[in-house]
């Protein structure tokens, strides 16, 4: 798993105008790799990509030049996230693993099919998107954008990224981590871990002292309060330091 207290939050390019349509001509999730140029007569910048350019607004200090990007909203106004060369490599791994995923998958589909017409009741998969779904995120004060397991919070008015969740699963659970940069508690790490039969798991992480102390007394107060209203066995701490296991891998401690 991914250590996001430490981690810098990723740049996320807005599309001001894009040329004819009215959704850019790549399918969501799409790896790209173009040139950010700056614009002298207005704000912003511009994105060339192959023959196709973009006019995107940028968070102050974006580098200019040969860029990774990443399309998460083909719909304009388009989104796009810059990414590192090591963060590019990263994400070329994952769709070819999930390609060679996807070609197993196509190889064992007559004995998926048998099993399906043995059991016509077995429940269907669910795909990523449905499953964030399932989050009351009306009440956040941010926008979100899902790409597979990873759901990104953004300052819509200004386009800065505000919180990173991940969501990781295995045969023993499943962990929910991530960071959100808060205006009035800076910058907090958290895990909620479930495992069959054991109490969830959720903590909080600060690098401040300070913080923790100011916060520990609400936030056991609040479990209090979920346990008693939902009946559900939730427990909690406030750590001020960054355990390993949260960046250790997709183990699931007990």
């Known amino acids: 798993m991914t250590s996001f207290l430490n981690a810098a939050l990723p740049l996320l390019l807005q599309v001001n105008r894009a040329e004819g349509g009215s ?11 173009g040139k ?6 207005a704000a912003g910048a511009l994105l060339v990509l192959g023959n196709y350019r973009v006019r995107i607004e940028v968070p102050p200090n974006t580098p200019m030049g040969h860029v990774w990007v990443q399309l998460l909203q083909r719909e304009l106004p388009g989104q796009f996230r810059l990414l590192s060369d ?3 490599v990263q994400l070329l791994m994952d769709m070819l693993q999930q390609q ?49 397991d990873r759901l990104t919070l953004f300052d819509e008015e200004q386009g800065n990224t505000r919180g990173i969740i991940q969501k990781d699963e295995d045969e023993s659970g499943f962990m929910l981590h991530g960071r959100v940069d808060l205006d009035t508690l800076g ?21 401040d002292k300070q913080l ?16 008693e209203n939902s009946n559900a066995h939730v427990v909690g701490v406030v750590q001020d330091f960054l355990p390993s296991n949260l960046g250790s891998g997709s183990s699931f401690s007990g």
């Open 187 to 207: 910058a907090m790490a958290f895990a909620l871990e479930g495992r069959e039969g054991q109490p969830w798991r959720l903590t909080l992480h600060t690098q």
């Open 86 to 88: 090591r963060q590019a």
């Open 23 to 33: 959704a850019l001509p790549w399918p969501n999730g799409s790896l790209l790799t």
């Open 36 to 41: 950010i140029l700056p614009m002298t007569d």
């Open 100 to 148: 060679g995923g996807k070609l197993d998958a196509l190889k064992s589909a007559p004995e998926q099919q048998a099993g399906k017409q043995a059991n016509p009741n077995a429940a269907l998969p669910q795909s990523a998107g449905a499953e964030w779904q399932k989050l009351n995120l009306d009440t956040l004060p941010f926008a979100s954008v899902v790409h597979d």
């Open 212 to 227: 923790k102390q100011n916060i520990e007394a609400e936030f056991l107060a609040w479990l209090q309060t979920q346990r």
